[in-house]
């Protein structure tokens, strides 16, 4: 009672000392407006729309003059033949048979870019596909301090597979240029280039209008200096559930230590808090703040995006399936680690692992094609790492010993690697690889973080099977910062900080860190900004949409001795 009533006294003393809160627009029309933004995605550009109320998958088709299964095949992530529309959604509409009235609305970039890009795409590799599936690669932003050599490194590819995969014309990339890194980047090696070295000068990289105007890095990092930060959180402080209402006042008081502790360090910063579930938002937030940490749930992420119309970045804080957002809002950052990147890491993690003498199995779930197991499937298809595939369902999986018994190592480690958002899926599976252990077996078992959330798994078993996890976030509890931050929010708040309140720590400190750095200016240096936090590390990607999203996971292993490590 004391938590509650320490950080609802807070709460209340900025929301009083902020600015009077005014009647936001409602979007509730709904009749099917044809959306006036444009988005590029994959090289084809689509209209972005947002679901409204009482609009139909049948009344969008015909307002944009698009079938169906056009609609379908746009938007696979958000499997729209299955799950129907929802409110806010954010849908992307192919563009076709265009007027010439609305040819002529293009902007003076849209037509550059458009020049531009036709003698790439007419430059076809030679022996492979010149428009790869999607699967076949994934995307990277340059930063402003990469060439192609560091790029290849990171990645452990060939620099020609990438620039054959892009069709580049010469080794210059560009700051923000998105490339697509090649899985397999063997079969893209197959190709000669000629006249490398003279070949004509790569296209400039189109800006937008917004950075045309703006300075260019080393002048925003020569005027670099201490400037004010004003920052908003947006959260449902008045939520009905107890424990919900909790985790919100937890986060909105560590945001309020890095507020005191930023101020300690010299940096100026003014924090305003206000009551968002579904509601009007008030007037001037987005003018006012130079970023806004919240809402939390998707749907009200992408409704406060709608309303702020590119004017502040709004700041996802906890939702891992809002990262889709950062692919079609331009002023959208998701902060905790999707568990895509989860499980991009951990096949990672298993490929440096590996050893002579291991072997590497990937344990799918039959019948199950849809989900994170047919993603994981699918890169571990493209990983160079060379697996056996035992499929098995839900009832095979309590004999799944007998299955995995001619495809484990008798020499060095057997590698597993497997998800799946079926609590019972998983449940047996640790429990047949936990039977395989303890009978002498060398088991190491590779996974995201939703394992740990199934209750029904017994934490013996996680280390029994030498659990090696790759999660968004984890308190290291060892560390000296992490000490600090305990023992100040306890001697505040006569409570402990849950993970909210790391979270909550981590996000103001890291964006007012780089606002009081960089002033308006800040935005253009997120991609170059990469930071260790309490609970979680930061490491943004640009997404095709113009929005970013954290790549960074931490590594987590559960030992033989029931000990639990975070590993670099």
């Known amino acids: 009672m004391n938590r509650i009533l320490i950080c609802s006294l807070a709460a209340l003393c900025l929301m009083a000392a902020s600015a009077a809160i005014s009647k936001a627009q409602e979007y509730q029309a709904p009749k099917v407006e044809i959306s006036k933004e444009k988005v590029r995605y994959h090289g084809t550009t689509y209209y972005s729309h947002i679901v409204k109320e009482k609009q ?28 129907g529309l929802k409110k806010n959604q954010i849908l992307l509409i192919p563009i076709k048979n265009l007027t010439e009235e609305q040819e002529s609305e293009k902007t003076p970039q849209e037509e550059k870019k458009e020049t531009v890009e036709k003698p790439v795409e007419e430059q076809k590799p030679e022996n492979v596909s010149p428009q790869p599936s999607k699967d076949e690669y994934f995307f990277h932003t340059v930063k402003w301090y990469e060439d192609l050599n560091s790029i290849a490194r990171k990645y452990k ?8 995969i892009n069709g580049l014309q010469s080794q210059k990339v560009k700051r923000r240029q998105v490339l697509r890194i090649p899985r397999d980047h063997k079969k893209w090696e197959n190709v000669t280039l000629t006249n490398l070295e003279t070949a004509e000068k790569e296209p400039e990289e189109i800006k937008t209008s917004t950075e045309v105007q703006e300075e260019s890095i080393s002048e925003i990092l020569s005027n670099a200096g201490n400037h004010q930060v004003r920052a908003a959180i947006l959260m449902p402080f008045n939520i009905s559930k107890t424990t919900d209402r909790q985790l919100v006042m937890d986060f909105y008081c560590g945001a309020l230590m890095a507020a ?13 808090a206000y009551d968002y579930d579904n509601g009007n938002l008030p007037s001037g937030i987005f003018q ?33 399936m809002a990262e889709a957002l950062a692919d079609s809002v331009k002023n959208f950052i998701q902060a905790p680690a999707s ?6 890491d951990a096949v990672q993690w298993l490929k440096t692992d590996l ?5 590497v199995i990937l344990i799918s779930q039959s019948g199950n094609a849809k989900g994170y197991g047919s993603y994981l499937s699918n890169l571990m298809s493209h990983s160079g790492i060379n697996f056996s595939n035992v499929a098995v369902n839900v009832l095979e999986a309590a004999r799944l010993s007998e299955k995995l018994a001619g495809h484990l190592s008798t020499e060095g480690t057997t590698r597993v690697i497997t998800t799946s958002d079926s609590e019972s899926f998983m449940n047996q599976i640790v429990k047949s690889l936990y039977i395989l252990s303890v009978s ?14 199934f209750n029904t798994i017994e934490t013996k078993q996680l280390h029994g099977v030498k659990l090696h996890v790759s999660v968004a976030s984890e308190v290291d ?3 000296a910062q992490v000490q600090e931050f305990t023992l100040s929010y306890r001697a505040l708040f006569k409570a402990e900080p849950s993970h909210f309140s790391f979270q909550g720590y981590d996000l103001m400190r890291q964006f007012s860190i780089l606002a009081s750095k960089y002033g308006k200016k800040w935005p253009r240096m997120i991609d170059a900004f990469t930071m260790n936090g309490l609970q979680s590390d930061f490491d943004y990607v640009r997404k095709p949409g113009g929005g970013y999203a954290n790549t960074a996971t931490r590594r987590v292993i559960y030992a033989p001795d029931y000990s639990i490590e975070i590993v670099e």
């Open 260 to 272: 005191r502790d930023l101020g300690n360090e010299g940096i100026k910063i003014d924090i305003s």
């Open 355 to 359: 050893k002579k003498g291991d072997k």
């Open 339 to 344: 568990v895509e990147a989860q499980i991009n």
């Open 56 to 83: 139909t998958i049948y009344s969008i088709c015909k307002a944009y003059n698009v079938t169906q299964q056009e609609l379908f095949d746009a938007n696979p992530t958000l499997h729209l033949d299955t799950e």
């Open 477 to 479: 509890y060892s560390s």
């Open 157 to 164: 590819v060939s620099k020609l597979s990438i620039i054959n």
């Open 288 to 320: 006012d703040n130079d970023f806004v940490l919240g809402p939390v749930a998707k749907a009200n992420l992408a409704r406060a995006a709608a309303i702020s119309d590119g004017e502040s970045w709004i700041i996802s804080p906890a939702d891992r």
């Open 440 to 453: 002498g077996k060398d088991i190491a078992l590779y996974t995201n973080a939703k394992i740990r959330t």
